[in-house]
């Protein structure tokens, strides 16, 4: 089964160490990804503006960091920018997305500049306001919308072609969105509301403007948005309950994978990407026809990547 996974903070964790890419005791490298067939892995370049001071260049060393260690392994891994790429990519389809808005630093060129870099995703915000809108981390923010910025951005990326995601968005943000964007958009990472009631979740009607739009939103691993026990476990019957969730209210294609792996701190039952087998054998006993994982795993996601990237 080919996978896509819309989100792993792995770079994160690479970044001030020696670690490499090829090979490490983080959840994702590309031996792993060879073992989990993976198609395209979009990773994240998230900026923790609380200890960054200057977002902008951070995340251009990031940039750079990850560019270096693609380049070490040209063999087996390559960025890519829109589908042709990636179909027609005999390696690993390496993909890029920005995860925090502020590193923009509210000035529109920064988001051409990035996208002339290759960056194709853009989490809008992370857990903190920035000069696009709220996060949903917090209670008070829940109705607030995006700001005179952030409609700018979401123009800005409609034209250029980039996909727009409102994982950590405030649910006023995220109808804002929903009402402005032209082209379908995506959470990265987010599950069910209804299931477990943490506001980093969609409601089943924002799961069903997703499906409207064409989107898709990428199942997390991080036990947090599983479940409400205390153990910081993520079982594979969680995941389940969401996904068969999920697509009772949205339809089958609106779901996608988003592990989080490398930015939870969960104990995954799924321990890192190469055991994304299990997932199958979970769906098939759940009578998950292999349609249909197939369109979990890869072609929701590649469907919305070939109608939004140029
Ligand atoms: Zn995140």
Redesign the pocket.
Known sequence: MRLVDL?C?TMDLLMGNDKKLYENNLCVDIKKLKKANSLAQIF?L?VDTKDIKNPYDYCISMYERFLGELNKNSNDISLATNYNEIINNNKISALLSI?EGAVLEGDIKNLEKFYDLGVRFL?LT?NYENEIGYPNCFEEFKDKGLEKFGFEVIEKMNDLGMIIDV??LSDGGFYDVYNNSKKPFIA??SNSRTVTNHSRNLTDDMIRCLGNSGGVTGINFCNYFLNDRDDSNSTLEDIIKHIKHIVNVGGIEVLSIGT?FD?ILSTVEIKDISEMDKLVSSLKKNDFKESEIEKIFSKNALRVIKEVLK
């Open positions: 989100h903070d994240a998230f995860e989490t992370w994982s950590h990265t990472h989080d930015g």
